[in-house]
Structure formats: C-alpha cells, structure tokens
C-alpha cells in the first residue's frame, strides 16, 4: 500500500494563479481531509469529506474548493491563490470509526504564494 | 469555539530526562484525543485515548487521558535525542472524524 499520496510536493504561485493540490488513497478509508500548518501552529482543518460525493468545511475553507468523486481522490483547489495561502498542506485520510480514530497523513505539500 | 492548547510551548531536556506535555481542550462533541509526533514531514501517530483513567503505553513514551478534567498528559521517559520533535495533541470532534489540533510542543533533547 501506498498509503497517503500528495502531488506535488513543492510548489510556487505567483498571486492570482489557480491551482489543484492533488491526493489519493489506498487504503479504502471513507474519510478524507485537508488540513494547513503555519509555522509555529498547529494544523488547521480546510475541508473534509466523509463519503464520496460529501463534502463540508472545516475551521479555515475560504479560498479552496474540494471534491469527492470517488473514494481514493480528494484534491484540494486553490481559487486565486493569495500570500496568506503560503503554508504546508496536509491531506489525511481514516476509517469511520464510531469512537473517532487514527488519520493517517500525507507527506505535506509546501506552497509558496508570491 | 473549540478549542485544544498545549503546554509548554517549547521544552529543552537533556538525555535521559523525563518530560511531561501537556494537552487541555474544551470541546463540545468529544470523541477521542490523539497524540502525534512531528518531525519534518507529516505527523506521525503515537497514541488514541477515548476513556477517562485507562493509560497507553508504548515503550518509553505514556499517555493518560482524564475526561472529568478534560486534559491529557504525555510522558516520555529516558529521553533520547531522536524524541527531538513536535509533538501534536488533537481531538476528534464529530462523526466525520475532524480534528481540531492544538498548537503543539517543540521539544528538544540535547545529548
């Protein structure tokens, strides 16, 4: 198993420019989500989907847009990107647990915002 | 608002110390608190605490959550300089599994 996938891994927007964050899963989880890290913070939640075709918003959604067509893919979409959105991008996926449970993490995307 | 805030912020130890994070949260769904590490990439999972009292081991590495109080504490015992890190509390909060993470511990152990 590949696990938790993010392509790409670095990458650099000028502002104003509109990009798609990618991410997949193997692992047949039903929850997926997305999740930023500014320096000295925690992670923040952007959106998340807890079945194919169900989306909702998180903590921070404005400015992304996500869907879930099918299980394994949940890319995150970056409108008009703006310097505020420079940050380390973490999509995560779990299994539904009734009790909550593990999110298993992606290895990041860094995204820089000129 | 939920919320999650760890303590300290950021801790110095020499190897071999034994330290204590701390984790508090005031949320209004509780379901589960999870302990991740971070090193430079992506947080990797340490513990998952659902009852009060009832303590998780792994190693040199605890973890006991107090549902009454509602906080959590992490031990590291005999620490290593590979324990260097950031270490994440979050709470799992609704059916959907999201998390609301707490803004962390840097720790650092010197040799």
């Known amino acids: 198993n590949a696990g938790v996938t993010q392509t790409p891994k670095f990458q650099v927007l000028k502002t104003g420019q509109s990009m798609t964050l990618q991410c997949a899963q193997d692992?047949?989880?039903?929850?997926m989500s997305w999740y930023r890290q500014d320096p000295g913070m925690g992670l923040r939640l952007i959106h998340y989907s807890v079945g194919a075709g169900i989306t909702d918003q998180g903590e921070v959604p404005n400015g992304y847009n996500v869907s879930r067509s099918t299980t394994e893919d949940f890319p995150l979409r970056l409108l008009s990107a703006a310097p505020s959105q420079t940050s380390v991008y973490f999509c995560?996926?779990?299994?539904?647990?009734?009790?909550?449970?593990?999110?298993?993490f992606g290895p990041g995307t860094r995204l820089t915002v000129l | 608002e939920d919320k999650v805030v760890q303590s300290p912020l950021s801790l110095v130890v020499h190897e071999g110390d034994t330290v204590t994070l701390n984790c508090s949260y005031e949320?209004?769904?509780?379901?589960?608190l999870l302990w991740y590490k971070q090193e430079k990439k992506a947080p990797t999972f340490l513990f998952m605490l659902t009852s009060s009292g009832i303590e998780k081991k792994s190693g040199r590495l605890s973890s006991i959550l107090d549902k009454k109080e509602l906080f959590s504490i992490l031990n590291i015992t005999a620490t290593q300089t590979g324990d260097s890190a950031i270490y994440l509390c979050a709470v799992s909060i609704n059916a959907g599994n999201m998390l609301t993470f707490g803004g962390g511990t840097r720790l650092m152990v010197k040799p």
């Open positions: 692992m047949n989880h039903e929850y």
């Open positions: 995560a996926s779990s299994y539904s647990f009734a009790g909550g449970g593990e999110q298993f």
């Open positions: 949320v209004t769904n509780f379901r589960s």
